[in-house]
């Protein structure tokens, strides 16, 4: 799968895109968006908009569309904080890791975010209630592989090692979907490294599903219908 990436940088010279440098690149952080059912373009907006210190280079849509923030050797504000959990010192040892990593946004995937009129649940980071928030889509999860594996081949990254999540370096969070499951972010870190070795990438589904039982994807959707009386049925197929 081939992926193309549009270049929609945000204004130079503003507080997310200052202009300053990269010192080297050691990392790549990935993150995600607490924002229903959004496209890259419109999150780019956000960045833009909010005038803030918070920007990455690159986002990824649930639909698998990249789009580029800033030339991927400026520094964008991915990690900030006060203090740093212990990883961060595998990024640097004295200096800001946001000079020293590129950031992958990822958007929402609409199946997985558990939305109500488009808008996440403010109790989003309750495992237990919303076990799969934040699960990346089939077609998002192979281009971000490909995606990463080809930086990580360009700044001679090691993806079991030099891959982290915003929460790897400051507790927040995020990725959400792999804060909840550690076991699916090192599937993610060995299928990035499987894509450097032989240049392929193949999405293998995250559950096994009976073709006469409903998707997981499709649970919230029939358990609103049959709560408001539009379907019944056993739950095994049959409604």
Same mark, same amino acid.
């Given at each position: 799968?081939? +992926?193309? $990436?549009t270049?929609?940088?945000?204004?130079?010279?503003?507080?997310?895109?200052?202009?300053e440098?990269?010192?080297?690149?050691?990392?790549?952080?990935? !993150?995600?968006?607490?924002?229903?059912? *959004?496209?890259?373009?419109?999150?780019?907006?956000?960045?833009?908009?909010?005038?803030? +210190?918070?920007?990455? /280079?690159?986002? =990824?849509?649930?639909?698998?569309?990249?789009?580029?923030?800033?030339? *991927?050797?400026?520094?964008?504000?991915?990690?900030?904080?006060?203090?740093?959990?212990?990883?961060?010192?595998?990024?640097?040892?004295?200096?800001n890791?946001?000079?020293?990593? =590129?950031?992958?946004?990822?958007?929402?995937?609409?199946?997985?975010?558990?939305?109500?009129?488009?808008?996440i649940?403010?109790? +989003?980071?309750?495992?237990?209630?919303?076990?799969?928030?934040?699960?990346?889509?089939?077609?998002?999860? /192979? $281009?971000?592989?490909?995606?990463?594996?080809?930086?990580?081949?360009?700044?001679?990254?090691?993806?079991?090692?030099d891959?982290?999540? !915003?929460?790897?370096?400051?507790?927040?969070l995020? !990725?959400?979907?792999?804060?909840?499951?550690? @076991?699916?972010?090192?599937q993610?870190?060995? @299928?990035?490294?499987? +894509?450097?070795?032989?240049?392929?990438?193949?999405?293998?589904?995250?559950?096994?599903? @009976?073709?006469? $039982?409903?998707?997981?994807?499709? *649970?919230?959707?029939?358990?609103?219908?049959?709560?408001?009386?539009? $379907?019944?049925?056993?739950?095994?197929?049959?409604?």
């Amino acid at each position: 799968m081939s +992926y193309k $990436i549009t270049k929609n940088y945000l204004t130079p010279g503003t507080k997310p895109r200052g202009g300053e440098k990269l010192k080297s690149v050691n990392a790549i952080a990935l !993150h995600w968006i607490a924002a229903g059912q *959004e496209s890259a373009m419109v999150i780019r907006n956000n960045f833009e908009n909010a005038g803030g +210190y918070a920007s990455t /280079q690159f986002i =990824i849509g649930y639909k698998g569309e990249i789009v580029q923030c800033m030339d *991927e050797r400026e520094v964008a504000w991915l990690v900030g904080a006060k203090t740093y959990r212990p990883a961060k010192l595998n990024v640097t040892k004295n200096g800001n890791p946001n000079y020293y990593m =590129i950031g992958i946004e990822l958007c929402t995937t609409p199946e997985d975010c558990y939305l109500t009129n488009r808008r996440i649940p403010s109790d +989003y980071n309750n495992k237990s209630k919303y076990p799969n928030m934040g699960r990346p889509g089939p077609t998002q999860y /192979q $281009i971000t592989v490909e995606f990463v594996g080809d930086l990580c081949k360009k700044y001679n990254l090691d993806p079991l090692t030099d891959i982290y999540i !915003h929460y790897d370096m400051t507790g927040k969070l995020c !990725h959400i979907y792999y804060v909840n499951n550690p @076991d699916k972010f090192k599937q993610f870190k060995l @299928d990035v490294k499987s +894509y450097m070795n032989t240049g392929k990438s193949e999405v293998k589904p995250a559950v096994k599903v @009976d073709p006469d $039982i409903p998707s997981p994807y499709a *649970e919230g959707a029939i358990a609103k219908a049959k709560n408001k009386g539009v $379907i019944s049925g056993s739950g095994n197929g049959v409604y």
